[in-house]
């Protein structure tokens, strides 16, 4: 049955709201054959294609194409997948047969399809968005419920921080964090005092044994589960990790979050937290392409990498598939 009216304006307005106007075109689409990339993100030219659900809990498909003149987003998606596009072209209605549930779904419940480039969430449509390199393209399958806009993931990790030299700040942790950055390809540049916002791109390690959140990055915590911050300081100190609905879940020892620059919005931080040195260096040693494909940020909870937000309590989103 097509869509009443009011569920098309409903959804074109949400839609704008989180600046996900995807793939404009229109029709079906055929896939042409794939295979699996086993490589990380920038180990070879051409883009990469991520296909996943429930926040990369599910790997449908990770590709690699050779890069041709005036490669968008979309067709990169076409060539290697079955793409049904709705309401005139102007977003992604489904991908390989996992359809969007937006209008008749339970509310709340409703399940789409986002992407981001380079861990970051585009704002333009998929048919739009020119490819120039080997940039990685994350397409994930989830449901609305609380989390409306996550502008900035780890899901491309190490880009696009591998990209430039970074500033950075690791009070009491300097030498853990320069030793693994030089093993995961990471340039620090300049060292900078972590109470001033950094001006652009940066990397940010803190032991909050000794070290408290500057006043900078706790307004950006303060976001919250809504902006695609799950992780949430407690009064004690502590790190809770949170669901997609911002309910608080496991207690975690350390956190690896990606974060959207307050002022710089060309340039993404990336965040380490840590309980003590510890927690830190476990996280660091856990933090690569493979343990953060797919996903928004990462965690140490009883010594194990889990992904935020938190799924422990969560349920898969359905889909007509």
């Known amino acids: 049955m097509a869509p009443t009216r009011r569920v098309l304006v409903a959804r074109i307005l949400l839609m704008c709201v989180v600046l996900l106007v995807v793939a404009a075109g229109c ?10 990339s086993s490589r990380g993100p920038g180990d070879a030219p051409g ?3 991520l296909v996943t659900r429930d926040f990369g809990d599910q790997v449908l498909l ?8 005036e490669t968008s987003v979309m067709a990169l998606l076409v060539e290697h997948s079955k793409v049904e596009t709705g309401y005139g072209g102007g977003f992604v209605g489904a991908i390989d047969g996992l359809q969007s549930t937006f209008g008749s779904a339970v509310p709340g419940q409703a399940a789409d399809w986002f992407y981001w480039v380079d861990g970051r969430l585009a704002d333009i449509g998929a048919d739009y968005y020119t490819l120039s390199s080997n940039e990685t ?6 449901a609305w419920s609380g989390t409306t806009m996550i502008p900035a993931t780890l899901s491309a ?20 964090l320069t030793s693994w950055a030089s093993a995961t390809g990471i340039n620090l540049g300049s060292e900078i005092l972590v109470e001033e916002l950094p001006q652009g791109q940066a990397v940010v390690a803190i032991d909050l044994s000794s070290t408290e959140i500057p006043q ?11 902006m695609g911050v799950f992780v949430q300081r407690n009064p004690d100190g502590t790190l809770n990790a949170l669901t997609e609905e911002g309910e608080a879940g496991r207690l975690l020892a350390a956190a690896a979050l990606c974060l959207a620059h ?3 919005p060309d340039a993404l931080l990336l965040v380490l937290l840590g309980a003590d040195i510890e927690a830190l260096e476990s996280l660091l040693a856990e933090l690569h392409a493979l343990s953060t494909r797919g996903r928004v940020a990462v965690g140490i909870s009883e010594d194990k990498l889990v992904p935020l937000p938190d799924k422990s309590t969560a349920s898969p989103t359905e889909g007509n598939n």
Do not use: C, M
């Open 137 to 142: 393209v994350w397409w994930d399958y989830h």
């Open 27 to 36: 029709g079906t689409s055929q896939p042409a054959a794939t295979t699996e």
């Open 157 to 176: 990790f190490p880009r696009p921080f591998n990209n430039e030299l970074l500033s950075w700040a690791a009070p009491y942790v300097a030498s853990q």
């Open 262 to 264: 307050p002022d710089n």
């Open 47 to 49: 883009p990469r294609l």
């Open 216 to 226: 900078w990055l706790n307004a950006i915590l303060e976001r919250g589960y809504r």
């Open 62 to 69: 990770d590709v690699t194409s050779e890069l041709q003149a």
